[in-house]
């Protein structure tokens, strides 16, 4: 037998396709590694000219997907064939400069149910592949490209608007580390000045290990906030990392018996005020309410909540909302 990554089962083709994982590849395409020194970056698929790989049974789920998405880098223009069982579609490839970049190509109708996928450079120039979707319009935006001055919870309580910090180099080959005391430990180490108590603004740096890191401030268009999303946008680390966020909400009156509810890929930790709040431990997928805290007070004017999330080798997230007393979400108060 020839071993392969691809596992069993039916892959939602709405969602990435991890063509690395492939059934069976040929004509001198290859994988390997994004980073030799960084595993977690993952693999890339490399296809020089005639190089092909298949990925067997995916679903579009749906009878009117029109558009392929694929992660792509190349340094001239090249074209991709892609096989669906008998459906053929040529994608034009333009060139990416040699950088990693998200492309969208309009097709014809594709089948539904379940089919073999097929990726084939027929072109003159190599393009190397991360993954490909098959969607009815081009993959969305995750977070808003023009921020208001003033964010409020979405209609279910979430908050969406955050100071995130470039992703810490933490490389971790699994999840099942993530007891609770192995997080305690690397949660509550400094890894930068004023970690704790700083109040950063678009743009601003810390030091980690040696490497500058910068504050990016975002709202996300969904109840989730997408870090992975964030990561591969801004061509930064995708796996073996630790995330640092930060938000304010300004309360008109004191509230109390709030609990804090939140889920998160893979584990997280989450303070109020300063005071620990919630501890996600273990390997998870992020759940709505999948933790929920002890119940504690708003204050009247600014709070200040944080979050940490360490992940492996999976896509990161996270949602949180606040709950009354009664569980239902709390909505009064802004996000600056």
């Known amino acids: 037998m020839k071993p392969t990554l691809r596992g069993v089962g039916i892959s939602d083709a709405r969602k990435p396709v991890q063509i690395d994982r492939y059934s069976n590849i040929g004509g001198k395409a290859y994988i ?3 980073d030799t020194l960084n595993y977690f970056q ?16 995916v679903d579009p789920k749906s009878q009117s997907a ?40 309009t097709v014809k109708t594709m089948p539904s149910g379940v089919s073999d996928l097929k990726l084939t450079n027929i072109g ?5 592949v991360d993954w490909i979707s098959l969607t009815e319009s081009p993959r969305e935006e995750y977070f808003l490209s023009t921020l208001p001055a003033v964010s409020k919870p979405d209609d279910n309580g979430f ?14 080959r699994g999840n099942t580390v993530f007891t609770d005391s192995y997080l305690r430990e690397h949660f509550n180490k400094e890894y930068f000045a004023g970690q704790q108590t700083i109040l950063p603004k678009d743009g601003d740096k810390v030091t980690v290990d040696g490497k500058s890191l910068t504050w990016h401030e975002l709202e996300a268009n969904r109840y989730n906030v997408k870090l992975f999303r964030f990561a591969t946008k801004n061509e930064l680390q995708e796996y073996g990392v630790l995330y640092w966020g930060v938000t304010t909400i300004d309360c008109p009156q004191e509230i109390k018996n709030v609990r804090l509810a939140a889920g998160s890929n893979s584990a997280s930790m989450w303070w109020v005020n300063g005071q ?27 709070n200040i909540i944080r979050c940490a999330v360490i992940n492996g080798p999976g896509m990161s ?3 949180v909302r606040l709950l009354d007393e009664k569980g239902n979400p709390v909505k009064n108060y802004t996000i600056k």
């Open 32 to 34: 390997e590694y994004h």
């Open 42 to 57: 993952g693999w890339k698929t490399v296809l020089p000219k005639g190089g092909w790989v298949s990925y067997n049974k």
């Open 66 to 105: 029109q558009n392929v998405c694929l992660k792509v880098k190349t340094k001239a223009a090249t074209i991709l064939k892609l096989e669906l069982g008998k459906y053929v579609a040529n994608l034009n490839i333009p060139s990416t400069a040699g950088k990693w970049k998200e492309v969208n190509v």
């Open 124 to 128: 003159a120039a190599q393009a190397e």
């Open 159 to 172: 908050i969406r608007r955050w100071m995130i910090l470039e992703p810490i180099n933490k490389p971790n």
């Open 276 to 302: 620990e709040t919630l501890l996600l431990s273990g390997d998870r997928r992020m759940v709505m309410d999948d933790g929920m805290s002890d119940r504690f007070t708003l204050k009247k004017g600014k």
């Open 317 to 319: 997230d996270f949602c």
